[in-house]
DNA sequence: AAAGGTATGTTATATTATCACATAAGCTGA
DNA sequence: TCAGCTTATGTGATAATATAACATACCTTT
């Protein structure tokens, strides 16, 4: 009976390219931050990378081990922390699980700010997910209306930002239209 | 040994006038929608509301036992889901714990409807938090401009919305100005 | 090599949440 | 009223997520 997760979640057996030019960006970015991504935070991270699914650390610490090593969980958090404190990734709160941020996916300035901002320098790394009930995707939006209101806000009310999640649960696009429209209420 | 959290909750002896009141009213709420806040409901309510602070469920657990009674968390689970189907309280991902609805306390029109919404009539009912990570005060703000942008980019998505959290992290105002302000780093 | 910071290993445990199944309580219609 | 249904609660066990505390290793600078 093992207490791993029933999530069917696919690691590949190996990284792709793809994904090694990533970390490869990753470590770079790191680096001008003056932190290192060591082969475990890379190794962590390139699992997350390579899952197209929101990741539990229980997840990760099951596709960590091998016969010779069984490494237990504050391994796997502090890997997690780091990641995110230098960007990498976003937790969401409503899963408890882990996603690549898409600025270091698609963004060709990456990254560029150090995030660990005061007063209203507030960068625009903040996340906004979209999470399907149905079909258990996870896509990350970047609105600047939404954080321009989030911060307008916050400014009238003195209020100084470090970090903030927005997270929507609902139906996505597709698994929306393939539904009976259920009955309204209102 | 206790296995209650460290949290310095105070909670009253009894219950206070007004307390009761917004409980007659949670009922009320309740019956027009069909539904029962039963006297256990009622008692969970009742702490949530008479603690200012955000309330942990091991929390509730722990205020509610006595010596005939030792209720077990799936006691408070249930009523914690029950409450917040019926829109009378909030939980605050971040802090995996749980406040009042702030229409239950302060609006007149409260909760007028009924909350398994779906297609795009999305209620005002939608939360949003301050959290100050200083003094640990929570405040919900409604802030319809948040809200008609996160609905906009739904809408042109297709995303069909069913519940979303906006939380945001930082220092309120009293706290932010109560510190040397840290160096900036950008 | 010594010293100091950073990173990791390891054991134990805390905290949050759910499952599964039994019992009770409230409602409805004959 | 009571049989039968639905809703609500009790109870024991356990799952899932996360951290504390302390030891060891590793890396860099002197």
Chains 1, 2 share one sequence.
Do not use: W
């Not at 990533?22 to 899952?51: F, H, K, M, P, Y």
């Amino acid at each position: 009976m093992k207490s791993a997760t029933q999530s069917a979640l696919v690691f590949p057996e190996t990284l792709s390219p793809a994904t090694q030019a990533l970390l490869d960006r990753a470590d770079a970015l790191c680096t001008r931050q003056g932190a290192r991504l060591t082969q475990q935070r890379r190794e962590i991270l390139g699992l997350i990378l390579s899952v197209n699914a929101p990741v539990g650390a229980y997840d990760l610490l099951e596709q960590m081990k091998t016969p010779d090593r069984r490494p237990a969980p504050p391994t796997v958090y502090r890997a997690l922390d780091f990641l995110l404190e230098h960007g990498l990734i976003h937790r969401i709160e409503r899963l408890s699980a882990f996603v690549p941020c898409t600025h270091l996916l698609h963004d060709d300035h990456a990254a560029g700010c150090n995030h660990d901002h005061d007063q209203d320098s507030i960068c625009l790394h903040t996340a906004q997910f979209l999470i399907c009930r149905s079909c258990k995707s996870v896509i990350e939006i970047t609105n600047p209306s939404i954080l321009d209101a989030v911060r307008t806000t916050c400014r009238e009310q003195g209020f100084v930002i470090q970090s903030s999640s927005i997270e929507i649960e609902g139906l996505c696009a597709h698994c929306a239209a393939h539904r009976k429209t259920p009955a309204h209420q209102h």
